[in-house]
């Protein structure tokens, strides 16, 4: 009786395994590819939305309207009068729009009163 050498890989076998390893391979990229969009974009956010609060802040009640760029970011206030009452004191309405070069905006809102202007 004669034993077959049956030792090692067939060509096919090893086709096989080398398309499932870059079929896992492609999907890691795509994962940390993806992982890394995300976490660019958040960064753009938190800038984004730092910049709208900084403007915030530093804004003048009688501030009507300004826009600008800072760090790359562009923005624009507006103040609407909500009411005024007879004491010469009006509430107003603060809009900031800030958008980062992607397109991404942050409004902000804020209510505050100042005197009549």
Known sequence: MKQKNNHGFTLLEAIVSLV???AGMALMFQSITGATKIQAATVEMRQ???VAH???ASVSPDTESSSGVTSGIAWTITAEPLARNDRGIELIRIHIIAQAASGRQVVLISETLRPAL
């Open 20 to 22: 499932l390893a870059a």
């Open 54 to 56: 900084n403007i915030l």
């Open 48 to 50: 984004t939305r730092m």
